[in-house]
């Protein structure tokens, strides 16, 4: 229930999307519509059986972003929102990994996070001049 309801919610979220853009309306009922047959196309069953069989071919047991994105690619609008999402998620990942590392290294020299920024950003502006 919880992933037709996730299917739903994505399914009109893109729906709001192509509807600003084309300056077009989704009625709640053509919504549903769309989000019904996404879901049976998937196939639940049908996506797990796919992913197993990738990483079984692929020596692993952990499900990539590239086993969804070749599932996906059969639909290049959902092959592009797959892709654009992967890279938003990557890259708000490796900000996080940042600040952390930061945090980590200003606390080990004895400095705050904000002494430690302060000493990055004095180090470039030098390295700039």
Same mark, same amino acid.
């Given at each position: 229930?919880?992933?037709?309801?996730?299917?739903?919610?994505?399914?009109?979220?893109?729906?709001?999307?192509?509807?600003?853009?084309?300056?077009?309306?989704?009625?709640?009922?053509?919504?549903?519509?769309?989000?019904?047959?996404?879901?049976?196309?998937?196939?639940?069953?049908?996506?797990?059986?796919?992913?197993?069989?990738?990483?079984?071919?692929?020596?692993?047991?952990?499900?990539?972003?590239?086993?969804?994105?070749?599932? !996906?690619?059969?639909?290049?609008?959902?092959?592009?929102?797959?892709?654009?999402?992967?890279? *938003?998620?990557?890259? %708000? $990942? #490796?900000?996080?990994?940042?600040?952390?590392?930061?945090?980590?290294? !200003?606390?080990?020299?004895?400095?705050?996070?904000?002494?430690?920024?302060?000493?990055?950003? *004095?180090?470039?502006? %030098? $390295? #700039?001049?």
């Amino acid at each position: 229930q919880r992933l037709k309801a996730a299917v739903h919610y994505t399914v009109g979220c893109l729906c709001q999307e192509v509807a600003e853009d084309k300056d077009v309306q989704f009625s709640k009922q053509t919504i549903a519509a769309i989000s019904e047959i996404t879901f049976r196309q998937c196939g639940t069953e049908v996506c797990i059986e796919y992913f197993l069989i990738l990483c079984r071919h692929a020596k692993r047991s952990t499900v990539t972003t590239e086993d969804v994105k070749l599932l !996906a690619r059969r639909s290049n609008s959902l092959l592009k929102y797959i892709t654009q999402k992967s890279e *938003e998620i990557t890259s %708000s $990942n #490796m900000k996080q990994k940042e600040k952390k590392k930061k945090k980590s290294s !200003a606390s080990k020299e004895g400095r705050t996070y904000g002494e430690q920024e302060e000493a990055v950003t *004095e180090s470039e502006d %030098s $390295n #700039m001049a």
